[in-house]
C-alpha cells in the first residue's frame, strides 16, 4: 500500500476507500427499493410496512456516536469498518429472505424483517461512521473535497450499477431467486471491500496509536463532544440542512405531474435530471477546491452557505412555478436545485472530515457519529414530514397546487436558517484537551494545534 511523502493516502487509495462505500451503497440499495417494490407488488402487503422498516433502519443509526466512541478507544477504524460491513451483509439476505418468506407466512416474515433491518441498520452506523474517520484522517487539509467527491461518486455508481444488474438477474422473479442474488450481491460486494480495505490503516501515521487507557463512559464522551461549540452547530446544521434536503424527495414527482400533467415516465427522467445535478454541484466543488483554484475558490464556509442559499432560491422557483404553471422553465429550476444540492453536501461531508479531528483529542468517531446520527435522523423524518405536510396543507388549503408550494416554501426557510448556521461555524475555536475530563482545561506542554488550509468555518 503506496502512501505520499507526506504518509497521506494518494488518489489510488482514496478510490480504495470510496471502493468500500460502494459495498456498503450496493448492499443497502435493494433492501430500500426492490424490497419495497416486492413488498407492495407481489405481496400485495401495505406500503405502510416497507416504509416502516426504512425509518427503522434510519432510526437505529442514532448508535453512530456509540460505534465512533468504540473505535476511539480502540484505536483503530479497520476492525469497526469490517464486522458492520458483515452485520450489514448478513441483515441485508436475512431481509431478502424475510421477504421472500413473507409470502407463505406473513407475520413471521415481518418479525424476521424487523430484526434484520435492525441488523442493517447497525451494520451502516459502524462501518459508514468509522470509513469517514477513516477517510478524514488519511486525506489531508487540501484534497479533502475532491476526495469526498470522488467517494460519493463511487457510491452513486454503485447504487445504478447494482440496482441495474440485480434488475437483471431477478427476472423472472423467484422468491428464492430474489434471496440468491441479495447473496450474491453481499457477498461480492463485502469481499471487495475487505481487499480494498487491506493494510490502509497499518500504512497510516498514527498507526501505531495505542487504545486509550483509562476511556470515560460514553454519556461522558458523548456530553463533552456536544460541550464543544463548533460540533454542536455543525449537528444542527446537518439536521437542518439534510431535513430540507430529503422532505423535497417525495413530493417533487407528484408536483410535476400535478401542476404540469407530466406522465410517470416523464417525472421520472426530472427526478434523473435532479441526481444529474446534484453530481454536477459535487464536481464544481471539487474542481473548486483542488490545486491553484483551491486558494480563491476552496472555502468550504463559503460553499456550504451558497449551496443552501441557492437551494432556497431553487424552491423559491418551485413556489413560483406552481403560480406560473408549465410555462416555467421547470427543469432548468430542478436542475439547479441538485446542483445546489450537490454543492452544500460535498462541502459539509469535507467540513465534516475537517472538523472531526479538531477539538479534544480521542473523539473523532464520537463527532462523525453524532453528525451521521443527525443526518440519518433528519432523512427518517425528511420523508414522513414531506409528504405529511403536504397532505395536511392540502386537507387545510384545499388545493393540491398550493399544498406543494407550502411546503417547497417552508424547505426553502430551512435551507435559509442552514446557512445562517453554516455561516457561523469557524467563528470560536473549539475546545481541545488532551485529557478526559468534563470541563476545557489548559493544553498540555508541547501540544500544537494544526490550523486547517481551508476552513468552512463550519453531516450530511
Request: proline share 6%; hydrophobic share 55%; net charge positive.
Amino acid at each position: 500500500m503506496r502512501t505520499q511523502a507526506d504518509g497521506t493516502l494518494g488518489w489510488l487509495g482514496v478510490v480504495r476507500l470510496g471502493l468500500v462505500q460502494m459495498a456498503i451503497g450496493a448492499m443497502v440499495v435493494l433492501t430500500t427499493s426492490t424490497l419495497n417494490r416486492v413488498m407492495v407488488v407481489e405481496l400485495a402487503l401495505p406500503a405502510l410496512l416497507p416504509g416502516l422498516l426504512v425509518a427503522l433502519h434510519y432510526l437505529v443509526q442514532v448508535t453512530r456516536p456509540r460505534m465512533g466512541f468504540g473505535s476511539d478507544v480502540g484505536g483503530r477504524r479497520t476492525p469497526w469498518i469490517v464486522g458492520g460491513l458483515a452485520v450489514l451483509a448478513l441483515g441485508a439476505v436475512g431481509a431478502a429472505a424475510a421477504t421472500a418468506w413473507m409470502g407463505s407466512s406473513p407475520v413471521a416474515g415481518i418479525v424476521l424483517a424487523v430484526l434484520c433491518f435492525l441488523l442493517i441498520g447497525g451494520g451502516v452506523s459502524a462501518a459508514g461512521t468509522n470509513l469517514l474517520v477513516l477517510l478524514a484522517k488519511s486525506v489531508p487539509e487540501s484534497r479533502r473535497a475532491p476526495a469526498a467527491t470522488i467517494v460519493w461518486m463511487m457510491m452513486i455508481f454503485g447504487l445504478a450499477f447494482t440496482a441495474v444488474m440485480a434488475g437483471k438477474l431477478l427476472d423472472p422473479f423467484t422468491p428464492a431467486r430474489l434471496v440468491a442474488v441479495m447473496a450474491g450481491v453481499c457477498g461480492l460486494a463485502f469481499v471487495a471491500a475487505l481487499l480494498a480495505l487491506h493494510k490502509v490503516e497499518s500504512h497510516l501515521p498514527g498507526a501505531e496509536v495505542q487504545a486509550e487507557p483509562a476511556p470515560p463512559p460514553f454519556r461522558q464522551a458523548l456530553a463533552q463532544v456536544w460541550a464543544e461549540p463548533e460540533a454542536r452547530r455543525f449537528t444542527i446544521f446537518i439536521f437542518v440542512s439534510m431535513l430540507a434536503f430529503s422532505a423535497q424527495d417525495l413530493i417533487l414527482e407528484p408536483f410535476a405531474g400535478t401542476v404540469f400533467g407530466w406522465t410517470p415516465g416523464q417525472t421520472t427522467q426530472l427526478s434523473g435530471l435532479q441526481h444529474g445535478g446534484v453530481l454536477a454541484g459535487m464536481i464544481l466543488v471539487a474542481v473548486a477546491g483542488a490545486g491553484v483554484l483551491g486558494r480563491r475558490f476552496g472555502s468550504l464556509r463559503a460553499w456550504a452557505v451558497g449551496g443552501c442559499l441557492v437551494s432556497a432560491l431553487a424552491l423559491g422557483g418551485l413556489v413560483a412555478a406552481g403560480a406560473v404553471g408549465p410555462a416555467w422553465p421547470l427543469t432548468a429550476n430542478v436542475f439547479l436545485l441538485g446542483a445546489a444540492n450537490g454543492a452544500f453536501s460535498i462541502a459539509a461531508i469535507a467540513s465534516m472530515m475537517r472538523l472531526a479531528h479538531e477539538g479534544r483529542q480521542r473523539r473523532a468517531g464520537v463527532r462523525m457519529g453524532l453528525w451521521g446520527a443527525a443526518q440519518a435522523v433528519a432523512f427518517g423524518l425528511g420523508g414522513v414530514l414531506g409528504t405529511g405536510a403536504s397532505d395536511l396543507a392540502r386537507w387545510l388549503i384545499g388545493s393540491p397546487v398550493a399544498a406543494y408550494c407550502t411546503v417547497f416554501a417552508a424547505e426553502a426557510l430551512l435551507f435559509v436558517f442552514a446557512a445562517w448556521l453554516a455561516a457561523r461555524i469557524g467563528g470560536q475555536l473549539p475546545v481541545s484537551s488532551a485529557t478526559i475530563s468534563s470541563r476545557p482545561v489548559a493544553q498540555p506542554p508541547g501540544h500544537t494545534r494544526q490550523e486547517p488550509a481551508v476552513a468552512l468555518g463550519q453531516p450530511r
